[in-house]
């Protein structure tokens, strides 16, 4: 079956343009995560949800982050107003089990967001 | 939060050497999982193990949860498993908090 995919894989914006990342995850998971990492760190969490619902965005880390999963599948990572500090790969991870942390995670390839 | 500490941070070996990696933390978790990532970015899953002992091929790993410790054993390295493995554990409703790797280079 199919993994979990990241679109755009590359994305380059301007200083204040808004930008949208989507993540299909794999069929059927029940839990979804995005991920931030910067270069040469490891992945930091951002937020995460069971089917729809947004349990937890402690790691978002400003209101220029938006998250949504309106349908339970499809998520959508939005950065409005992007600054240059917003450079990094958004990673995306879906897991079968419902409990935060407990199950297995899976990754996408991320998307990699360059502001200039 | 949880602390995660990856040692050593960097690794360079010669083709057919073997390697251990270390990740401590410092809480108790019900989720450990060990991470390649590619050049090309990609977070490959070699393991899930919140407890015990489990083998892949040239790779084996054990978490010992009561001390709060996990190692990934790498036998005959070859020069495709270059790269960045990172450990990553969870405890809670915040998602996996990560080592910052190590950075292992197998030179042919």
């Known amino acids: 079956g199919a993994g979990v995919s990241q679109s755009p894989r590359y994305k380059v914006a301007k200083r204040g343009q808004d930008v949208a990342l989507r993540c299909d995850p794999i069929s059927g998971h029940v839990s979804l995560f995005w991920y931030q990492q910067a270069l040469g760190q490891g992945p930091e969490f951002l937020t995460y949800?069971?089917?729809?619902?947004?349990?937890?965005k402690s790691g978002l880390p400003s209101d220029r982050f938006f998250a949504e999963r309106p349908e339970g599948s499809v998520s959508t990572l939005k950065i409005q107003r992007t600054q240059q500090e917003d450079s990094a790969v958004y990673l995306c991870?879906?897991?079968?089990?419902?409990?935060?942390?407990?199950?297995?995670?899976?990754f996408g390839p991320g998307t990699r967001l360059t502001v200039l | 939060g949880i602390q995660v500490e990856q040692s050593p941070p960097d690794l360079i070996l010669q083709e057919g050497a073997n390697s251990t990696l270390r990740c401590n933390f410092s809480?108790?978790?019900?989720?450990l999982q060990w991470f390649h990532q590619n050049p090309w970015g990609q977070l490959i899953n070699l393991f899930y193990i919140p407890s015990g002992t489990k083998q892949n091929g040239r790779l084996s790993a054990t978490t010992v949860a009561t001390e709060r410790y996990s190692l990934l054993y790498i036998s005959s390295s070859q020069t495709t498993d270059s790269g960045v493995y990172f450990c990553a554990v969870g405890g809670g409703a915040d998602g996996l908090t990560f080592g910052k790797g190590t950075h292992l280079i197998i030179q042919p």
């Open positions: 949800f069971q089917n729809e619902a947004q349990l937890d």
């Open positions: 809480d108790s978790v019900n989720n």
């Open positions: 991870a879906s897991s079968a089990d419902s409990v935060a942390g407990g199950g297995e995670q899976f």
